[in-house]
């Protein structure tokens, strides 16, 4: 009553929005005027319903009842159950008291998210949604062809058990250069070339064939592959 400090102890739970806060070791202080001290190394589920998103050695700062921001670790575990883990340097509360965490993996990271595909850019978390957003550059997890070592842009959510990044129609680099998927022929040479998320040999060079929708790895025949959702479809029936 002096201090006008409160010290709980065995706090099992902080329920804030729609997510969950784990204090460690179940301590807590709140301070004059309702001020609740920073918590440190904190769990939080974000969102108590769906739990779909768990990030640890948080730091919280929580504000009232319905905000709170923080910065912690995720783990992204791809389809051999291996966990990746990254910071996410911002997590919060959005104008509809939905928790949504954001991040960014740089390419010294050797992050991938799947075994057939790396990644590097921003990743954000929405609470109400199983899958993460990837924005940034994608690049295929090959050592056959250097032409292709290119980080291409994409952002989408991704299921980390059904890998189909989509290709825009003007396929670029994260350099903003223009690449390719396709057929092509060569304007001087009426030489027919093929490529694969790689540069034409000149701009002004003939489209033949060019392929868009989504990349995906082939794992039964060990191929990438681009086309639409309807072909991949019909690619992945058995036999």
């Not at 769990?43 to 319903?49: A, D, G, R």
């Not at 550059?137 to 994409?154: V, Y």
């Not at 025949?221 to 992945?236: D, L």
């Amino acid at each position: 009553l002096k201090e006008n400090i409160i010290y709980a102890k065995d706090v099992k739970i902080i329920k804030v929005a729609d997510a969950a806060i784990y204090p460690e070791k179940g301590e807590l202080t709140i301070l004059k005027k309702a001020e609740m001290k920073p918590l440190e190394n904190a769990k939080i589920l974000t969102n108590t319903s769906t739990k779909y998103h768990t990030i640890y050695d948080a730091v919280v700062n929580i504000n009232s009842r319905m905000n709170y921001s923080a910065t912690g670790v995720y783990d992204y575990i791809d389809e051999t159950n291996e966990k990746f883990p990254f910071k996410l340097t911002k997590i919060s509360v959005d104008t509809t008291f939905q928790s949504y965490g954001e991040g960014t993996i740089s390419d010294s990271a050797l992050f991938r998210i799947s075994p057939d595909f790396d990644f590097m850019g921003n990743v954000k978390f929405l609470s109400n949604n199983e899958y993460l957003y990837f924005n940034g550059g994608f690049k295929i997890n090959q050592d056959c062809d250097n032409s292709t070592a290119s980080w291409i842009k994409f952002k989408d959510y991704v299921d980390p058990l059904n890998i189909y990044i989509p290709l825009s129609d003007t396929i670029r680099d994260i350099n903003n250069n223009k690449l390719e998927a396709g057929i092509f022929l060569a304007n001087d040479t009426n030489e027919i070339y093929t490529a694969f998320l790689s540069p034409k040999f000149k701009l002004s060079d003939f489209d033949l064939i060019k392929a868009r929708g989504y990349i995906f790895y082939d794992k039964e025949n060990k191929e990438y592959k681009v086309s639409n959702k309807e072909k991949i479809k019909q690619i992945k029936q058995p036999g």
